[in-house]
């Protein structure tokens, strides 16, 4: 039997992965600060423990029931949406805690893998479109984040920072260290189950939460003109896709794992107005945007793993609403 260990699995995108590697019949150990919020885990065993202190990262490496792992997925991270990241506030926080993850698991990885005279587990880091510089991020019609247009880098967050420095860690800890990596760039994900209040969503699950809680002619407010574009990606796409990816052999990215329907802020709204059945008027108020623009670029995702996300923005959005607004009725 497969094993395999999941980082940040009391997460959005962790809880999912447990559930598809459990679906395929694997043993997985989820880790992570909290339990899922939203259903309980699937995972075989659970670990309750804080990834900054190296000392648990060495235990948690190890399975109980023999010496190495066959995958780790390193989802854990200090993430949120515009509100969380852009604001300035948690700057410190962010880049703190997330790099320290990310030397503490490969610097720990390394050691074990020294330790067995074995380089058998592979990695996957679920890296970020947030790291794309924001010179190429100005115009919301045309921005470009192919792979290869990182450099010279300029993100526009120490979120973005964070997630580029941590991308060339594990490439650093390959090369050097022959540690089998597989490097996303992950493009706004969203869908059931994914943070929906208290200040770390993201604008999907925003916009379904107002959208919800919205009467018929209603208005909700949106950050910005709500001209900036963007595109999101379905979970269960976002899962196939990085699970496509762990199982190439040697191709290691980055890769960007993301949609390509672009859309603004603004035709979110409507869709998701849409899907509600209401008429729902926008009020633009100063917030937090991030970049004018941003789009995945999906050419090097189909010529490698041959994949393509399938689901429309509008069928994502439909499952999500219906899951945020059972959420906020039974809240009530
Ligand atoms: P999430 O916040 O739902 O999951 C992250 C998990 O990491 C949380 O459950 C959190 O408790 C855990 N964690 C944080 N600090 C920890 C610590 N010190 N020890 C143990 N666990 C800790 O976020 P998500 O949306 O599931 O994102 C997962 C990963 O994907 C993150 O690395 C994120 O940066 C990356 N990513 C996500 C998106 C997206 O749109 N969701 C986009 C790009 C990249």
New binding site residues.
């Given amino acids: 039997m497969k094993s395999a260990l999941v ?2 699995a ?5 809880s999912h992965m447990v559930k598809r590697l459990k679906s395929e019949g694997y043993w997985v150990r989820g ?4 339990y899922p919020e939203y259903s309980s885990t699937n995972a075989d065993e659970f670990v309750i ?4 202190n190296v000392e648990v990262v060495k235990q948690v490496l190890i399975p109980s029931s023999s010496l190495i792992f066959d995958e780790i997925y390193q ?5 949120g949406g515009a509100g969380f990241v852009f604001t300035g506030e948690n700057d410190a926080e962010i880049m703190h ?1 997330s790099a320290t ?1 990310n030397l503490n698991v490969l610097e720990s990885l390394h050691q074990h893998n020294q330790s067995i005279r074995l380089n058998h587990t592979k990695i996957f880091y ?5 790291m794309y510089p924001a010179y190429n991020q100005k115009d919301p019609d045309n921005p470009n984040c192919t792979e290869d247009s990182a450099y010279p880098a300029e993100p526009d967050s120490e979120y973005g920072w964070e ?1 580029l420095f941590s991308e060339r860690l594990f490439f650093a800890y390959h090369r050097n260290h022959n540690i089998p990596v597989a490097v996303a760039r ?5 869908g059931p189950e ?2 929906w209040e208290g200040g ?1 969503e ?1 604008a999907p699950a925003a916009i379904c939460r107002k959208v919800a809680a919205a009467k018929d002619t209603d208005s909700i407010e949106i950050w910005g003109d709500g001209n900036q574009t963007r595109s999101f990606l379905y979970i269960d796409e976002c899962i196939e896709a990085t699970r496509r990816f762990m199982m190439h052999t040697d191709f290691i990215g980055p890769v960007n794992i993301g949609s390509e329907e672009m859309v603004t802020i603004n035709q979110l709204v409507s869709i998701t107005a849409d899907i509600a059945g209401k008429k729902i008027e926008t009020s633009h108020i100063d917030g937090p945007q991030g970049v004018r623009g941003r789009n995945s670029s999906n050419n090097l995702i189909r010529e490698k793993l041959g994949w393509d996300y399938k689901m429309t923005l509008a069928e994502g959005i439909q499952n999500t609403y219906e899951w945020i607004r059972f959420q906020s009725e039974i809240g009530k």
Avoid: E, P, Q
């Avoid at 880790?31 to 909290?34: E, S």
């Avoid at 679920?126 to 947030?130: V, Y």
């Fill in positions: 980082l940040g009391g997460g959005f995108i962790g880790v992570d600060l909290k423990a804080d990834l900054r989802f854990a991270a200090d993430m805690n993850i679920s890296g970020s479109a947030c997630k992950y493009h706004n994900i969203f994914g943070t770390r993201k």
